[in-house]
């Protein structure tokens, strides 16, 4: 079963927006990851954030971590076309043996 | 560095038939996963090898399902025999086992077609 649940599940935006994704999960966790899938490719992790960090950046990404609210979001900045893709968020559950369960996903398109 | 490498990357059987993948992960990857993409979903785990061992195979539908990595390093997967519902894509993940890492490498994947 799929422990997150990625909000919304699509979302079109105009190059140079912010696009923000959330997630939700339901168990306590060691980090929570998020993935990037291009159409007919594997997936390509993008961002890790331990379970005793709030929030984390890397180049035009932003994520965020409520662990009390067992939610994460992930902010694109300065959206660019080559950011279309499937954004997938992963829980490293406590006890799981480094196992990820991922979430649906959120499908970004981004018009030029 | 290479990364993971799978084989073949479409397949198109008819139910009943078998199939088989195949996955080379990153040299030095200890760990090895299988899993199962369903068109607009996210991946799910199938089975996950450390080294030549089962770790967890709990989500394997093991009637019909199997999976090896006898030397620890290339792995194989395979159906048999094929339902239609197995129609997805198959995706190889490694990682290594070190305690600062935990992000997975993943291959290009194997869409399967079952008809």
């Known amino acids: 079963s799929q422990q997150g649940e990625e909000d919304p599940q699509a979302l079109s935006i105009q190059e140079g927006e912010n696009a923000t994704m959330n997630c939700s999960y339901k168990?306590?966790?060691?980090?929570l990851q998020w993935y990037r899938q291009n159409s007919g490719r594997g997936l390509v992790h993008l961002i890790l954030?331990?379970?005793?960090?709030r929030e984390k950046h890397s180049g035009r990404l932003r994520v965020t971590l409520d662990t009390s609210k067992k939610s994460s979001s992930l902010l694109i900045t300065a959206s660019r076309a080559a950011d279309t893709a499937s954004y997938f968020c992963a829980t490293d559950a406590r006890g799981s043996a480094r196992q990820l369960t991922f979430g649906s996903g959120t499908q970004l398109t981004v018009l030029p | 560095e290479a990364g993971v490498a799978q084989s073949p990357r479409y397949k198109i059987i008819e139910k009943r038939q078998s199939v088989a993948f195949w996955c080379n992960p990153i040299s030095g990857h200890a760990t090895l996963y299988w899993y199962q993409q369903i068109l607009g979903q996210g991946p799910k785990l199938l089975i996950q090898?450390?080294?030549?061992?089962?770790?967890?195979d709990s989500q394997l539908p093991k009637d019909r399902f199997s999976a090896e990595r006898l030397k620890g390093v290339d792995s194989t997967l395979k159906i048999q025999p094929a339902k239609l519902e197995d129609s997805a894509v198959y995706l190889c993940?490694?990682?290594?086992?070190?305690?600062?890492?935990?992000?997975?490498?993943f291959g290009p994947g194997t869409r399967l077609t079952v008809t």
């Open positions: 168990t306590s966790i060691n980090n």
């Open positions: 954030i331990r379970s005793n960090e």
């Open positions: 993940a490694s990682s290594a086992l070190r305690d600062s890492s935990y992000e997975q490498y």
């Open positions: 090898f450390q080294n030549n061992g089962v770790v967890d």
